[in-house]
Structure formats: structure tokens, C-alpha cells
């Protein structure tokens, strides 16, 4: 590789972090714009069962990177992968906004030990396949306008997102079992 394409991966890994950091910026301003009061608890923090706490942080992430999954195979895709970064900030904001504003104090060390650990880890699961992403979408799309043929690669492409998913669920019972231990040991 050349040293123009790696320093294009991390410019691109920079500007996808930076679309995921302006989501979360955005869910808390809009935390606050809608009045700042919490409509309802949040049922991950009452759960006890060690599967439902792992299902329930898996699969917000797991949709969000079937959806960037999809979003590649399309020429004309490539422009909307980052809204799906996009999108998990404004969650990963709205949920910080309610958990400050909600809770007593020593639930924000489940804030600093569970959810925010896990929401940059899932972060950089998505920018990573964002990148991959954006990439075949780029491909795919050389193809359609040039007359001659360009190899892609559905194979790779797709053996990296079931690697991405694995990391994902890895994470996600990690941090159902981390979320058991603070709970127990919190009292929250």
C-alpha cells in the first residue's frame, strides 16, 4: 500500500468518528430541547438476567451494521453508510442526556464503567464497517461506469462483517457481564 491510501483510511476513519461524535453531540441537544425530563426508566439498568442484558446491547449495534451491511452492495450507497454513524450517536447522545439527568449519582458510574465503554467500542466496530462499506459501494460503482471489469471481492467483504459481528457479540456479552458485576457491587 502506498502511503496516500493509508493516510486516506485514516482521514476517512477520522471524518466517520467525527460524524459518530456530532451524532452524539446532537442527541443531547435534542435531549434538552425536548424539555431534558425523562418519559421513561431505562430497562437495561433493571434487568438482572445476564442474557437479556447482552441481547439488549447487541442488537441496536447488530441492526446498525446489517443495515451498513447493505448499504454497500449498492453503487449509489455510499453517501448514506455515514447516516447510520450518524444515527447511533444521536441514540448513544440521547441516552447519555437521559442517564445524567435521570439518575442518582452512582449511577453515573454505570454511565463511566458500562455504557460509554461499549458505545465507543461499538463506535469503532461501525466506523470499521462503515469503511468496508463505503468501499464495495465505491467499487461497485467504478464498475458501472467504466466499460471494463473491476474484480470485487463479496467474499472478503462479507467474511469482515461476520469478523465484525463476532467482535460485536463479544463485546456485548463483556459488557452484559461487566453491567452484572458494577450493578451487584452498586447496588443499582
Known sequence: MSAVNTHGK????SLL?????VGIIGGVTLFMLGGGTPQVGIP?????DFIERAVDVFTPAFLSL?????LGFGS???GFVPLVLLYNGLQTGLTLAHIYTSSPPQKMFLVLFIIVPYAVFSALV???GCREAMRLSVSIFRITISSGYLPVDYRLYINKFIILTAILLTGAIGNAFISGVF????GV
Open 126 to 128: 461501525l466506523i470499521v
Open 17 to 21: 468518528a467525527a460524524v459518530f461524535i
Open 76 to 78: 449509489i450507497f455510499a
Open 183 to 186: 450493578t451487584k457491587i452498586l
Open 10 to 13: 485514516v482521514v476517512n476513519l
Open 66 to 70: 446489517g443495515a451498513i451491511f447493505l
Open 44 to 48: 437495561y439498568m433493571d434487568k438482572a
